[in-house]
């Protein structure tokens, strides 16, 4: 069978729990609408249940891919179901909620690929998207204020208000940087703001 071309967009969307230890993944495609969501499920555009298959492969930082073929609930046209991975035991990403270990900032690839059949055709349709996870270095940055404000030494109290003022401006550089799509320059100040706070979160005055 012929593999046919449809205007179908997928979507995808990631964001990290507050301990770090979970991400969560949403398909947000959507239901076509001719006017706000052209490229949603739905006629003219493929129907859910036309699906054969999905793959989701989601790459960390370390540019290790770990792929998944099922996700319960996907694709979902209401934006509302939510996929949760944490890190297992053996150190791989694991599609459930209970993680114990806190995942990597960095960049984290998501490419979902779906293939379906509309008799007498085939289609397929992809995405690949990158999101930034900092959980870590924000948590780092949070308790490099703390410290400044709780030193009761007026000189040093100065000196880590400058480092986590710093560091939190090379996180926001490094957010902005991503929004953006510039992946490299979001890499390189990501690393400035974990330096500073590995190399500049003193606890001593």
């Not at 960390?60 to 179901?81: E, K, L, M, S």
């Not at 993680?99 to 960095?106: E, K, L, Q, R, V």
Request: hydrophobic fraction near 35%; aromatic fraction near 8%; charged fraction near 10%.
């Amino acid at each position: 069978m012929p593999v046919i071309n449809t205007n179908l967009v997928l979507g995808v969307h990631l964001c990290q729990s507050s301990n770090c230890k979970i991400i969560t993944l949403t398909e947000t495609t959507g239901a076509y609408n001719v006017s706000n969501n052209p490229g949603g499920w739905g006629a003219p555009n493929p129907e859910t249940n036309s699906l054969d298959s999905l793959q989701v492969i989601i790459t960390t930082p370390a540019n290790t891919p770990y792929t998944f073929t099922t996700i319960a609930g996907w694709p979902d046209v209401t934006g509302n179901v939510e996929a949760n991975f944490s890190i297992g035991s053996n150190g791989a990403i694991q599609n459930n909620p209970n993680g114990t270990t806190a995942f990597s900032d960095g960049i984290y690839t998501v490419q979902y690929t779906v293939n379906g059949t509309i008799a007498p055709n085939t289609y397929t349709a992809t995405t690949t998207q990158q999101f930034l996870l900092t959980c870590q270095i924000r948590c780092c940055i949070d308790k490099m204020f703390h410290l400044a404000s709780q030193s009761d030494c007026t000189d040093c109290k100065n000196e880590k208000l400058s480092n986590a003022l710093e560091a939190e401006a090379f996180l926001k550089a490094a957010e902005y940087a991503a929004a953006c799509g510039k992946i490299e320059m979001a890499k390189k100040h990501l690393a400035k703001a974990q330096w500073i706070c590995n190399t500049k979160n003193c606890l001593n005055c």
